[in-house]
């Protein structure tokens, strides 16, 4: 049985590039730095320049973090890309020889170069290496030896302006040689040169496919690629590897130690929220990298306080795109579809604005109505648009669709969207049996990091899949210490293609538990079951209830939204219970029912009667009665008023 040989991932050859970039910078007097100055070569060093090949090869494979695989947008399925084996490179050019071991390195080929200069190129390939990460085979042979191999010629760069560059370069040229292709360059006159960086010409140039084979999996997604890889492990590895690397261009990581992959990130610090916050635009700049100004800027909610700025480079953003669009694939959003796009954005706020850089590069046709929505506008874009999909949050859609229902009893919608908040079991079934919706789909996200997890059709609850490879979930206790699958903890994600403003082991400030699941629509791995709001836990009288019990317990009453508030009454402590219900409730009779199911809400005490300690208060709203924040449409789930 033959294995499968190792895979190398482009993301090391950047770190690597990137270390020799900062020792030709800061260190004449190293053996690379010397011997490219006595092979009058210095020029030559201008192509390890790891952020301009980082932006090269992220167009030219179709995203560094999701190589080797390629997903196409309309269909869902991918192309895989593999490294052809053992390239040979014939050293007539030093520019040439290292712009082909650079990128023949990238997409994971050993590389043999020919030359009769052996002890540069064994000195650059050794300068590479000194970091440590894992790089494929270099070997060195004479000029015109007969070897195995892709021989594969680097052309010259041909610049077509006298006064631009000259001809004699080791890098460019100013007429091409015979024999040997190139890539012409027509220079503008008075430009210094080409403005596009070498890395980036070399990408969409034919040679480069040279180094590469692509085989199109038809019928195979991006999640179940890699959840099939043999490889997975490494991958991952090198995800982290790469995270960490570049998150320690910012203030805040600076001092973080190296790690060599996944088992060491236990060891690195949780980022906590205030951290964040402190370190964040506009407050300072330590979560910052100092890059060029590229991609969007979002908000936080702000509903536990001020805002957060949140900045995505446009690598980050692209990314995200990247990830999002299978993931409403598989949240059964599929070509044709038409879809109102309903979550709350503006003001910077990221829900509209995210999805709907998803859905315009998707084969369905999208009306982004926002929180601008209204139940009118809902019944015209169904009837006269054909509209079948709804996306939106729960706390701020379905108080429109009943009224949407009420106005029209025929209106009828094919699937729902959500996110935000989770959605009750009775608000779901009122979905099927009043709008006969046969697919309820959530997603899981975070403004800070984007999607999380989603719930396909054949989750229940609040369990979701998790995509590791984007936001790399983990449970902890209080210290930040990994629990075991199935213990329920804190959960911190680390945000493994965002690297401005990176995060690394967040306390999203959410509980939850994670196991291994068979799922019945297919995919199989980890599953994150989300357990609400770390500050969901209400503490009184000496007692605890979890606002998710109250919240579960309340199902039967078809409550769609709960608040609890915490707070003092003329020395008295009180918990006011507020819901939304399309039913009309009676208060006192969800008190008792409350004070029945959970004793620690009763007003029973071990006290002198007269003494008074604890009062339930019980509020009972219409839908869409309560406050929701102007920036995310949410409502404040638990309130302590104690605490201030």
């Not at 030093?94 to 990128?103: E, H, M, Y």
């Not at 200069?117 to 390939?125: D, F, G, Q, S």
């Not at 590479?128 to 990460?133: A, D, T």
């Amino acid at each position: 049985m033959s294995c499968r040989p190792v895979r190398h991932y482009p993301t090391d050859l950047l770190l690597a590039v990137e270390h020799v970039q900062q020792v030709l910078a800061d260190d004449v007097s190293s053996p690379v730095a010397r011997a490219l100055k006595e092979a009058d070569l210095l020029e030559v060093g201008g192509l390890l320049d790891a952020d301009a090949l980082a932006h090269a090869l992220d167009e030219a494979l179709g995203g560094l973090s999701q190589f080797p695989w390629r997903p196409l947008t309309d269909t869902g399925d991918v192309w895989e890309q593999t490294p052809v084996g053992r390239v040979v490179l014939d050293d007539g050019r030093a520019g040439n020889t290292l712009r082909g071991l650079l990128l023949a390195w990238a997409v994971g080929n050993a590389v043999l170069v020919r030359t009769s200069r052996p002890a540069l190129w064994t000195t650059v390939t050794e300068a590479l290496r000194e970091p440590g990460f894992p790089l494929p085979a270099a070997e060195i042979a004479a000029a015109g030896a007969e070897v195995e191999g892709t021989v594969v010629v680097v052309p010259d760069l041909v610049v077509l302006s006298e006064e631009a560059v000259s001809a004699s370069g080791e890098l460019y040229a100013g007429a091409g040689r015979p024999g040997v292709p190139s890539v012409r360059v027509r220079v503008t006159s008075g430009q210094d040169g080409p403005q596009a960086p070498v890395a980036d010409i070399d990408c969409r140039s034919p040679w480069f496919r040279q180094l590469f084979t692509s085989v199109y999996l038809a019928g195979t997604s991006l999640d179940a690629a890699r959840r099939d890889d043999p490889g997975r492990a490494s991958r991952m590895d090198a995800r982290v590897r790469y995270l960490v690397g570049m998150a320690r261009r910012t203030a805040h990581y600076r001092d973080l130690p190296r790690v060599e992959g996944v088992s060491g990130l236990a060891a690195l610090p949780v980022l906590e929220k205030a951290a964040l916050e402190a370190g964040s635009l506009p407050r300072a700049t330590g979560m910052s990298s100092g890059a060029r100004p590229s991609g969007e800027v979002l908000r936080s909610g702000a509903s536990g306080g001020e805002p957060r700025y949140i900045v995505y480079s446009r690598t980050d953003w692209e990314n995200m795109v990247r990830e999002a669009i299978p993931l409403l694939r598989a949240l059964g959003i599929h070509p044709g579809d038409r879809v109102l796009n309903a979550l709350v954005g503006g003001g910077l706020y990221g829900g509209l604005l995210t999805t709907s850089s998803e859905l315009t590069r998707m084969p369905v046709e999208a009306f982004s109505a926002g929180q601008q929505v209204t139940a009118d506008l809902v019944l015209m874009l169904v009837r006269d648009f054909s509209v079948n999909v709804l996306l939106g949050q729960p706390a701020v859609v379905l108080p429109l669709l009943r009224e949407a229902r009420r106005k029209d009893p025929g209106l009828r919608l094919e699937k729902v969207v959500y996110g935000g908040t989770p959605m009750t079991e009775s608000d779901k079934r009122w979905l099927r049996e009043e709008l006969g919706t046969r697919s309820i789909t959530s997603i899981l996200a975070a403004n800070d990091g984007a999607q999380i997890g989603y719930q396909c059709e054949g989750l229940g609850g609040t369990l979701h899949h998790v995509n590791d490879d984007y936001n790399l979930v983990e449970v902890v206790d209080e210290d930040g210490a990994p629990l075991p699958d199935g213990e329920t903890g804190h959960l911190l994600i680390t945000a493994m293609q965002k690297f401005e403003g990176p995060l690394i082991r967040y306390r999203i400030g959410d509980m939850g538990r994670v196991t291994e699941r068979d799922c019945d629509c297919g995919v199989s791995g980890r599953v994150l079951e989300y357990l609400g709001r770390s500050d969901g836990l209400l503490k009184f009288k000496s007692a605890t209830v979890h606002y998710g019990e109250i919240a579960a317990a309340l199902e039967e009453f078809q409550v769609s939204q709960l608040q609890a508030e915490l707070t003092t009454r003329e020395g008295t402590e009180t918990l006011v219970l507020r819901t939304e219900s399309r039913e009309e409730l009676d208060p006192g009779a969800l008190k008792s029912f409350l004070a029945g199911a959970f004793p620690a809400l009763s007003g029973d005490h071990l006290y002198d009667d007269g003494l008074r300690l604890f009062e339930l208060v019980v509020e009972c709203h219409p839908e869409g009665g309560l406050e929701r924040n102007p920036v995310s449409g949410k409502i404040r789930t638990v309130i302590d008023r104690r605490l201030s």
